[in-house]
C-alpha cells in the first residue's frame, strides 16, 4: 500500500506525518521502524498518526474514550509512535508539528486566534498560534513522581552515563510520558557528554524513562519586564537515543531546575515562571500557568511531502 506522508520537525525533533483522516490506517510497530530509519526509510525520531478520535474509541483505544468524555470537540488524535515503534503518552515537539500539519490539510485554522483541543495518550492538550508564528501548547498538569518528599531532597534517583565515574542524583518529572533530570555544571561538560548509549537510572523506572541533562545558565530580563530563566539541555529519549530536541523533556528541565531554585529560598514567588530552554536544535519556551499547568511554546516546521510503500 503507497500512503503520502509530511516530514516535519520541531526544533529539529523529526517525525514522519501521517494523514488517516478516515481512521482506516493500522500502523505496526515494524511499520513505523521503517519509516523511521534513518539509511533504508525516510528517517525520523517518531512517527504521527493524524486520525480521528472516534476512529481510536471504535478500534478499542480506551484513552480516545477519555479523551472525548474529556472535551468531545477533540475530535482530531495524535497517535504518536517512536523510533523503535512503541507508543508514548505524549510528544511536546509532536503537538506542535501535528498542529501545523492539521492546519496544512485545512481541518483546522488558527488564523483568528482560535484553539485546537487534540487528543493523546496523555489527554486532551490545547494549542494556540502566537503571532511570531510559534506554536504554545497548555501540556496539563505535571508532578514530581517521587512525590512532594523529593522536591526537599532534590533527588529520588541515581543516573549514570557513560564516561562518569559515579552515578549522579536527578529528579523525576511526570508530563503524562516520564522524565529524570540532572544537573550538570558546566556546558563544556554537557557538549561532551557520550549519549550514545541510555544512561542508567536507579531504581528502574517502571516503564523507563527520558533523561534529560541540564545545566543552569542564570537569569536574564524578560520580554514583558519580569525575569526569565535560562537553561542549555541535552536528552536521551526513551524508544528514540539522543535527540536534538525534547518538548516534554524541556518542561521537565525547567520544571525540575524550578524546584531546585525555589527549594529553601525565602521568597519562592522570586524564581522565575519563564524558562527559555537550549537545546541542539534550537530554543523553547517553558511557562509556569495557573493550575498547576506548564505550558510549551516553540516552532513547528513542515519540510517535505512524499509518498512511501507501507507494506
Ligand atoms: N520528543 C518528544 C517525546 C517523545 C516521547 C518520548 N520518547 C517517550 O517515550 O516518552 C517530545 O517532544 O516531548
Not at 530563566?229 to 521537565?252: D, F, P, Y
Not at 528541565?253 to 541542539?280: C, K, M, N, Q, Y
Request: hydrophobic share 40%; charged share 25%.
Amino acid at each position: 500500500m503507497t500512503v503520502r506522508f509530511t516530514k516535519g520537525h520541531g526544533t529539529q525533533n523529526d517525525f514522519v506525518l501521517l494523514a488517516d483522516t478516515r481512521g482506516e490506517m493500522d500502523l505496526t510497530a515494524e511499520q513505523v521502524r521503517r519509516l523511521a530509519d534513518r539509511r533504508s526509510g525516510i528517517g525520523a525520531d517518531g512517527v504521527i498518526r493524524l486520525a480521528p478520535t472516534a476512529a481510536l474509541a471504535r478500534a478499542g483505544e480506551e484513552v480516545a474514550d477519555a479523551v472525548l468524555a474529556e472535551d468531545p470537540e477533540a475530535i482530531w488524535f495524535m497517535d504518536y509512535r517512536n523510533g523503535d515503534g512503541s507508543r508514548a503518552e505524549m510528544c511536546g515537539n509532536g503537538v506542535r508539528v501535528f498542529t501545523a500539519f492539521a492546519e496544512q490539510l485545512g481541518l483546522v485554522d488558527l488564523s483568528g486566534g482560535g484553539e485546537l483541543a487534540l487528543g493523546t495518550r496523555g489527554g486532551v492538550k490545547r494549542v494556540r498560534r502566537e503571532p511570531s508564528g510559534w506554536y504554545a501548547v497548555d501540556m496539563g498538569p505535571w508532578s514530581l513522581s517521587g512525590g512532594p518528599d523529593s522536591a526537599a531532597a532534590g533527588a529520588d534517583a541515581m543516573v549514570l552515563t557513560p564516561g562518569w565515574d559515579a552515578p549522579r542524583p536527578g529528579l523525576s518529572i511526570d508530563l503524562g510520558n516520564p522524565h529524570t533530570v540532572v544537573a550538570l555544571s558546566d556546558v563544556a561538560e554537557l557538549a561532551a557528554l557520550d549519549l550514545g548509549r541510555a544512561p542508567a537510572v536507579e531504581p528502574v523506572p517502571p516503564h523507563g524513562t527520558n533523561v534529560e541533562l541540564v545545566v543552569p545558565l542564570g537569569e536574564e530580563p524578560g520580554p514583558d519586564g519580569g525575569t526569565v530563566g535560562r537553561i542549555r539541555m541535552r536528552v536521551h529519549e526513551r524508544g528514540v537515543g539522543e535527540t536534538r530536541s525534547c518538548g516534554t523533556g524541556a518542561c521537565a528541565a525547567a520544571l525540575a531546575v524550578r524546584t531546585w531554585a525555589a527549594h529553601g529560598v525565602e521568597d519562592p514567588h522570586g524564581v522565575p515562571s519563564t524558562w527559555f530552554v537550549e537545546v541542539p536544535g534550537g530554543e523553547v519556551r517553558v511557562r509556569l500557568l495557573h493550575g498547576g499547568h506548564v505550558e510549551l511554546a516553540g516552532p513547528a516546521e513542515l519540510v517535505f511531502t512524499g509518498e512511501v510503500e507501507l507494506s
